[in-house]
């Protein structure tokens, strides 16, 4: 069974800062890994997907990368601003049988202080 | 308007009730999904729907049952509720065709007394 793990589990950061945030996986057999951003009481909001046979995915500010030999991936932020403070998720989609299923981390709750 | 749309976005009802929890989407999605959110849980399957004719049972689905209308609409039902099913409840879509990501509704927050 997949097994998602997400370090730190909260993360207080000065405005300005670059910041790496973590997401560790059990099975490497995956068909993508997607970065999500989650408000507090609001939906999931997609922010990076990357496919099993990529490295990285760049957003504006964020860059994801994918190690899947060794079951990793990064979401770099660089230049944090106050509006960056959320709860990130990470979620692994699994290959199995034709279809996938997403196995979710707990997350990284994110403050970045003005 | 949002293009996957939950209703109704917060409940309150006792233990034994009926509820459902509505999901309809704008995307052109073949694959819809619900998931419930827990605190220092994360986010675990319920049901996920590749058509209006597959329906498949995911990590936790004991207490729930789905009903896939068409293939915009995916419904959520608790057929007697129970307080431990208190949690926000999310639907999603995807087009594994295209990509795969996931896009989720804005939740729905049950509390169930």
């Known amino acids: 069974k997949q097994e998602v793990t997400q370090i730190p589990a909260a993360l207080s950061v000065p405005e300005g800062e670059n910041l790496v945030l973590n997401c560790s996986f059990t099975d490497s057999a995956i068909y993508n890994l997607q970065w999500f951003r989650q408000d507090p009481g609001k939906g999931l909001t997609s922010l990076l997907l990357i496919q099993s046979s990529q490295r990285e995915q760049t957003s504006g500010r964020l860059n994801a990368s994918l190690d899947k030999s060794s079951g990793r991936s990064t979401l770099y932020i660089a230049a944090s601003q106050p509006g960056d403070s959320a709860t990130y998720l990470c979620a692994v989609g699994g290959s199995g049988a034709g279809s996938y299923q997403l196995t979710f981390g707990k997350g990284t709750k994110l403050s970045v202080i003005p | 308007d949002a293009d996957v749309t939950q209703t109704p976005r917060n409940r309150i009802t006792k233990t034994g009730k009926r509820i459902m929890l509505e999901c309809s989407q704008t995307k052109g999605h073949d694959r819809m999904y619900w998931y419930r959110q827990d605190p220092g849980l994360g986010l675990r399957l319920i049901y996920y729907?590749?058509?209006?004719?597959?329906?498949n049972k995911g990590e936790i689905s004991d207490g729930y049952s789905v009903s896939r209308q068409a293939q915009a609409k995916f419904s959520l039902s608790l057929e007697s509720a129970i307080p431990n099913q208190t949690a926000l409840y999310f639907c999603?879509?995807?087009?594994?065709?295209?990509?795969?990501?996931?896009?989720f509704g804005e939740g729905s927050r049950l509390t169930v007394l």
């Open positions: 999603a879509t995807s087009d594994p065709s295209v990509s795969g990501e996931l896009f």
């Open positions: 729907s590749f058509d209006v004719k597959d329906i």
